[in-house]
């Protein structure tokens, strides 16, 4: 092949080709988002009582399917309308002090809303597990930690009242969780033994710093001022980001930390100089590592950002940065394994490798009586205790599950069509992604009197979930406008983006959303679990609102006749 020819092929190599590809992932990701958008139309998810009272909420479900009624129309238009005003309204106003009056906004409404549950106790079994935990090992009860206090089937008095597996027996079955207990640890060593309230405070924090690295997220994708004005419309009308905190669980610390290591990376790739740049890129995957220990599943991001770096460095050429990032990942894997061995080494016992990876995909794809699609069984736990926790039967036992699952379904489409159409329309089509649920599993000590009752159980909860199935439908709508004006962006200045930093936010934006899609459409299902990768539409969303904006602003400009000239071109 002559110089020439080569000459003739590197530009496609080096801007049209990851031009290309990036693009194909943007369509991807349009015709999720429009999947997600129809059910969320189509689709209410709701969950049952079994009784009148707070408390008496259950993970069982009432798919609610129909045309939508014209009050949602109404409701979606007026939504979307208002966001379009208030977007523009807010440009004109110091972006300084927007951030600011966002972050206030956001703590306040978490501390309000936290303060009137009140919560003293919580029932959320995984909760209780790992409280109960993290309290055996600040009160120094080591030996309640040994594999022959309370074993299953136990007929002592004290372990038929502890109602939980003990903690040798929890740990056995899921390893993994050390690391969320340490967190109970910590919080409960600062704050007191079972403090429900500061475990939740700081979840309202970690939330708070989220919504500011998702607004810096939004300035790497592109948005300007009105940009800036609807990302603080959409965080502020959010309501399951409002009572994520709520959730006494370390799901939005883990997603905190996760999110902010991988905005570490971002600017990692503005910094010019070697040692700052490779300073953070490091500092952001081992952050990376530290979020993974709070929930596995937020390895997707970690992959991600893989991915993103790749395309970063494809437009940059510093190829350091690639090996960098790729030995920091490892770090960062290793980085959240840590926990086990920590409390393995504290307690002096071994709790097995748990329950493979496949029985996750196993629940995933089963259909337990009285539950949704892919909710949990105990399928996993039942392979677990059949099999004496024997790692490699149980692994065949849900591998075996999964084959004969995803057979029938080939040789049944219309079962798997309405499996996976249930199973998503209550990930992404349950407008509260569960926080109301998880706001009202516990005693309070105000007995879930004013505002906490109003809008749980009360005249306000109706209004509540009407409210946030509206918005949920707009933030999927507004998507589906952002990435298609992220595509527009990419044709017309015909590169991956102005900078490095600018291109793997874009592609960590983008991969972090599908990966979390395609995760979960196998993997056990709850919308608590798609909540995080919902939050990641913001930016977007904010970008579709721009675009939106920008469009209307370019129409007043033109003359009668040239507005006519469009809109005849429009039609054509």
């Not at 997220?217 to 609807?230: Q, R, T, V, Y």
């Not at 496949?358 to 039942?382: E, H, K, T, V, Y």
């Not at 159980?457 to 406008?481: H, P």
């Amino acid at each position: 092949m002559n110089k020439s020819a080569v000459a003739q092929k590197q530009p496609f190599i080096k801007q049209v080709l990851p031009r290309w590809l990036v693009t194909v992932a943007l369509g991807m990701q349009i015709a999720i988002v429009t999947i997600l958008l129809m059910l969320s139309v189509f689709f209410t998810v709701t969950f049952k009582r079994n009784g009148p009272q707070l408390g008496s909420i259950t993970e069982q479900v009432d798919y609610h399917f129909g045309m939508p009624s014209v009050a949602f129309g109404l409701g979606t238009i007026i939504l979307l309308g208002m966001m379009i005003l208030l977007a523009i309204g807010f440009s004109n106003l110091p972006q300084q002090w927007v951030l600011a009056i966002l972050l206030i906004y956001v703590a306040a409404l978490q501390i309000i809303w936290l303060m009137s549950l009140n919560l003293v106790t919580y029932t959320y079994p995984d909760s209780r597990s790992l409280m109960d935990a993290a309290d055996i090992l600040l009160n120094g009860n080591i030996n309640q930690f040994g594999a022959d206090f309370c074993p299953k089937g136990s007929i002592r008095l004290e372990c038929g009242a502890r109602d939980i597996p003990s903690a040798y027996t929890y740990f056995s079955y899921y390893p993994f969780q050390s690391g969320p207990m340490l967190w109970y640890l910590l919080v409960f060593a600062v704050f007191g033994l079972d403090n429900i309230l500061a475990f939740q405070i700081v979840s309202a924090v970690a939330v708070t710093a989220l919504v500011a690295v998702l607004w810096r997220f939004g300035s790497l994708i592109g948005l300007n001022e009105k940009g800036h004005g609807a990302f603080t419309v959409i965080v502020a009308t959010s309501v399951p980001l409002l009572m994520f905190a709520t959730f006494v669980y370390p799901n939005a610390v883990g997603f905190f930390f996760t999110v902010c290591g991988t905005w570490m990376i971002a600017e990692g790739f503005r910094l010019q100089k070697v040692w700052a740049s490779s300073l953070a890129i490091v500092g952001g995957f081992l952050i990376c590592g530290i979020g993974i220990v709070f929930k596995s599943t937020y390895q997707i991001l970690v992959l991600a950002a893989l991915v993103a770096v790749i395309f970063a460095v494809w437009h940059n050429r510093r190829v350091w940065q690639l090996v960098v990032s790729f030995l920091s990942a490892v770090a960062a894997f290793f980085v959240s394994k840590f926990p086990v061995y920590v409390v393995q080494t504290w307690i002096g016992q071994k709790f097995g490798k748990g329950m493979p990876m496949s029985s996750w995909i196993a629940i995933g794809l089963g259909q337990p009586d009285n539950m949704p699609a892919g909710w949990w069984s105990r399928f996993a736990i039942d392979a677990f205790e059949r099999t004496g926790n024997d790692y490699a039967l149980q692994s065949q036992i849900s591998n075996d599950f999964v084959r004969n699952r995803l057979a029938f379904f080939a040789g049944n489409p219309s079962d798997g069509l309405n499996f996976f159409t249930n199973k998503l329309a209550s990930e992404w089509a349950e407008p509260s992604f569960m926080t109301s649920l998880y706001s009202e599993l516990g005693e309070s000590a105000n007995h879930f009197s004013g505002l906490g009752s109003f809008l749980l159980l009360g005249k306000g909860a109706d209004v509540l979930l009407r409210f946030e199935n509206v918005a949920q439908t707009v933030v999927y709508f507004l998507a589906i406008i952002g990435v298609i004006g992220l595509v527009h962006s990419l044709m017309k200045e015909r590169s991956l983006g102005a900078d490095s930093s600018q291109v793997f936010t874009r592609v960590l934006l983008c991969a972090s959303f599908i990966g979390g899609f395609l995760c979960y459409l196998f993997w056990e299902a709850k919308s608590i679990y798609t909540l995080p990768f919902f939050l990641l539409l913001f930016p977007v969303a904010a970008y579709g609102i721009q675009n939106i904006a920008d469009l209307i602003s370019s129409i007043k400009k033109k003359s009668p006749e040239s507005r006519l000239i469009w809109i005849e071109n429009i039609f054509r």
